[in-house]
């Protein structure tokens, strides 16, 4: 069977995210003041070949956490659906 995993990156939320800061201190200069703490991550979709959604989530997991998340600094959540 094959899945399609989605998965979500961001920053762990103790550390800083200059990205996010600098997006959060612009949001006043384009008329967007009352938005603020803008956190920026990554999106990640791939698909997945197993014979069940156990072994999906499995590979999924490993993925993230071998090659596609750094998890010193980044926290990840993932969501499988069968395609």
Do not use: W, Y
């Not at 070949?49 to 499995?58: F, M, R, V």
């Amino acid at each position: 069977m094959k899945f399609r995993a989605e998965i979500d990156v961001m920053p762990h939320k103790a550390l800083l995210d200059p990205q996010g800061k600098a997006v959060s201190a612009s949001m006043g200069n384009v008329g967007l003041s009352e938005i603020t703490n803008v956190r920026i991550g990554k999106h990640i979709t791939l698909e997945v070949e197993a014979s069940n959604e156990s072994e999906a989530n499995s590979k999924v997991d490993e993925a993230c956490k071998k090659l596609l998340v750094n998890m010193t600094v980044e926290s990840f959540e993932f969501s499988i659906t069968k395609i």
